[in-house]
């Protein structure tokens, strides 16, 4: 598993804040870029999810959606701590 840095903790915490915490209300690559191309966070994404931070949602047309696990909330709680 690759360091995580302040991108993958900026993607959780957007993640969280925007209640995006179960299938149904995932969001999708696109929404969550952060002024980043879709291929980085593409890749921050799966880096995220083989890690347990993130899982996917129902998909949203074509395009899949996120949201984060407790795993994840767990580990945002504890690196803003």
Known sequence: MRR???RDLLILSALTEG???NRLTG???YDIRLDRKYDAVYRRM???ERA???ARGFANAKSD???I???GIDFIKEAVL
Do not use: E
């Open 4 to 6: 995580m840095d302040i």
């Open 46 to 48: 799966l880096h995220l």
């Open 27 to 29: 969001m999708t690559i």
């Open 52 to 54: 347990g931070f993130v």
């Open 65 to 67: 959606t996120y949201y």
């Open 69 to 71: 696990t407790q795993k």
């Open 19 to 21: 209640g995006h915490v």
